[in-house]
């Protein structure tokens, strides 16, 4: 395939005009041969002519030329040195130097450095002129096209690459909506089930409030029972985002702070607390924000166990609550266990992701899920060995 048809199959038809339109800039300080250079060349090209090389310098900062044509001995400086400064500026711009026999041995040494393309000898023939000049269009029109055929390759490449990244995030995302729609249909039967133990569950609550129940033993059933109904909220909460993707949330402005101390208390009915030292630390003056309670007390317990998950015993856990820039509320969870390892660290809050065999990998999903819908973050911080914290950040308003 011809450099034209390459062009033309690759760039369009019109690039070759566009990349190479044959703007010619004549430069001699004897102003009779820049007329008959004009008169050999105007039919074809469109040529400008100076006397001057410091003009044809300045020409060329205003506008860009397919070629200069200069000729070897001026005054002011000669012509390859002129072509050097052309080349260093311009390193496409075609180079070529009219000169006499004498001056033969500067033009073959200025032609090998690459700094002219040709040179013709005086005195020359009209024929030879218009022969150099096409090839030399030529020759700047394929270094050309093969730069503008580089762009258009990494430009493609970068489509293609984007391309292949879409086709697989749309791969991961059916993937997951295969799984979801399996755990949508888990928690369906979850749900019955659990709905007769937390019914079960409630009733003993509403018992230990009509009896003489010790105070302690009557809170003790109250948290387990409000727990349990904020699982059994959750699972069907989970069993709705597997089915279309989003979580009805019920909304009331409330305060983070008593949501994380509920959530304190009912991870503290976990056996493994009494292992580890455990320790709340709530901001004062937190604003109200627009909380799904239920919800957002199961996210902090789930981020509590775990926390009792990769801490052994002995362990310290801290739970915090802070207000964060751009009017925003957040809970923390830090622990001093066994840290999230770095390949996993940027997925885990992936459905299906875990560190743990046991695992199904929801349990952070859920958070990360719940955070969004109520318009806030999650983000995660861990290495290996140093433990792990997990902050929740969402909008006051």
């Known amino acids: 395939m011809d450099l034209t048809r390459l062009v033309h199959t690759h760039l369009g038809e019109d690039i070759s005009r566009r990349l190479v339109p044959g703007k010619i800039l004549a430069v001699d300080d004897d102003g009779g041969n820049l007329v008959i250079l004009d008169a050999l060349l105007s039919d074809s090209y469109s040529v400008t002519t100076t006397v001057s090389p410091r003009e044809a310098l300045a020409l060329i900062e205003r506008e860009e030329f397919d070629m200069v044509i200069s000729d070897q001995r001026m005054p002011e400086i000669t012509g390859v040195e002129l072509l050097k400064l052309v080349r260093e500026r311009y390193p496409f711009t075609v180079r070529i130097i009219i000169s006499a026999y ?81 755990v949508g249909q888990l928690t369906a039967s979850i749900v019955r089930e659990l709905k007769n133990h937390v019914s079960g569950v409630k009733m003993l609550a509403e ?16 948290v387990g029972a409000d727990s349990a109904q904020s699982l059994f909220d959750l699972v069907g909460g989970i069993g709705s985002f597997a089915e279309n993707g989003e979580w009805r949330l019920k909304r009331v402005r409330a305060s983070l702070n008593l949501v994380v101390e509920e959530a304190v208390r009912v991870a503290r009915l976990d056996g493994r607390s009494r292992a580890l030292a455990l320790e709340c630390r709530l901001a004062s003056e937190l604003p109200v924000a627009p909380l799904d309670v239920e919800k957002m007390r199961q996210v902090v317990v789930n981020l509590i166990l775990n926390a009792f998950d990769a801490t052994p015993p002995g362990g310290r856990i801290e739970i915090s609550t ?32 875990s560190t743990r065999e046991d695992s199904l990998g929801l349990g952070l999903a859920v958070c990360r899920n719940v955070a969004e819908a109520h318009g806030g973050t999650i983000e995660i911080q861990s290495a290996p060995g140093k433990g792990t914290q997990v902050s929740v950040e969402l909008p006051v308003e």
């Open 322 to 353: 802070y207000r964060s820039a751009g009017n925003r509320v957040g809970v923390r969870v830090q622990d001093s266990g066994r840290g999230i390892p770095a390949e996993l660290l940027d997925r885990v809050g992936d459905p299906f992701v």
């Open 102 to 182: 004498s001056d033969a041995r500067a033009i073959l040494q200025a032609i090998n450095e690459g700094e002219v393309y040709r040179f013709i000898l005086k005195p020359w023939e009209p024929e030879d002129v218009l022969g150099v000049v096409r090839q030399g269009l030529e020759y700047r029109l394929s270094m050309l096209t093969i730069r503008k055929l580089g762009e258009e390759l990494h430009r493609r490449n970068e489509r293609l690459t984007a391309a292949l990244d879409e086709l697989r995030k749309t791969q991961e995302k059916l993937l997951e909506s295969a799984k979801l729609a399996t």
């Open 207 to 222: 018992m230990a409030r009509s009896m003489e129940v010790p105070p302690s033993m009557a809170e003790y059933i109250r």
